[in-house]
């Protein structure tokens, strides 16, 4: 079955804020030089690529989704944004360091975008990442496949949306293609959605749109309400609705060979 995922940037903006939020902390890691030049992938709709730009780096946004891009692009003149898909880009030695956050685990063929992501870093250059990790919100995605499969939409639940590696996982894919890994650390981090009342039925319609994918409307309002009351126990307190986010933080840098430093 054909997936197709759709963004919802005035969303993603209004009620989904603290995914890029939460990015403020990885800026700490990447510590952008100015007149470096650097990529964003899975920039969204540009707001940490803006923060990289104002720290005086060369700085270029791609993502796969348009709506995104455009945006992004509305909003921050000044900076290029591109449309790519992170299993397909390549720009060869082009940059001193690539950045990403909340965006590698919707690229389900990592080995593909880890080699896209070497071949498009200088010799030395660095890879500063954060998304989500092994068990990252595993209580959500078990409860609406189960509502997926009540409701008659086994394709539906069968469908791999995200890719979630342990730690040791994904470094070893990453010296696998040539890295040293720098850090490797894993940890949770429950997130207070912002729709104080219909937080997780909000986070399933933003997020969630290749597991709905061709279903109606209002089934898709049925399915995600039952699932956020399935939720409810656990997921609501103090009237504010949470995720069971865990996130995977990297740095890796690729090795200046001798014929590169001679």
Request: glycine share 8%; hydrophobic share 40%; charged share 20%.
């Amino acid at each position: 079955m054909a997936i197709s995922i759709s963004w919802d940037s005035n969303l993603y903006q209004q009620s989904h804020a603290f995914v890029y939020q939460y990015g403020e902390g990885l800026l700490e890691l990447l510590l952008p030089q100015s007149g470096e030049k650097i990529l964003d992938l899975g920039c969204g709709t540009g707001e940490l690529t803006e923060s990289i730009y104002q720290q005086g780096a060369d700085v270029l946004g791609i993502d796969s989704a348009a709506e995104m891009i455009a945006k992004a692009k509305q909003l921050y003149p000044a900076i290029p944004f591109e449309v790519q898909d992170g299993h397909h880009f390549s720009y060869s030695n082009a940059f001193d360091a690539i950045f990403s956050n909340a965006a590698l685990h919707w690229m389900t063929q990592p080995e593909k975008v880890i080699q896209n992501i070497y071949q498009s870093l200088k010799p030395g250059g660095r890879l500063v990442a954060e998304f989500g990790g092994k068990g990252n919100i595993q209580s959500i995605q078990k409860v609406l496949k189960e509502q997926l499969l009540q409701a008659g939409y086994p394709e539906n639940a069968a469908t791999q949306v995200w890719y979630f590696p342990s730690t040791g996982e994904y470094a070893s894919l990453l010296e696998a293609a040539g890295f040293t890994v720098r850090l490797a650390q894993w940890y949770e981090r429950e997130t207070v959605l912002q729709d104080t009342k219909e937080g997780i039925v909000q986070w399933i319609q933003m997020f969630c749109g290749a597991y709905l994918s061709n279903i109606p409307a209002a089934r898709q309002q049925e399915i995600a309400t039952a699932t956020q009351a399935t939720l409810k126990a656990t997921h609501y307190r103090d009237h504010q609705w949470y995720a069971d986010y865990r996130r995977l933080r990297i740095m890796a840098t690729k090795p200046v060979m001798k014929e590169d430093s001679a």
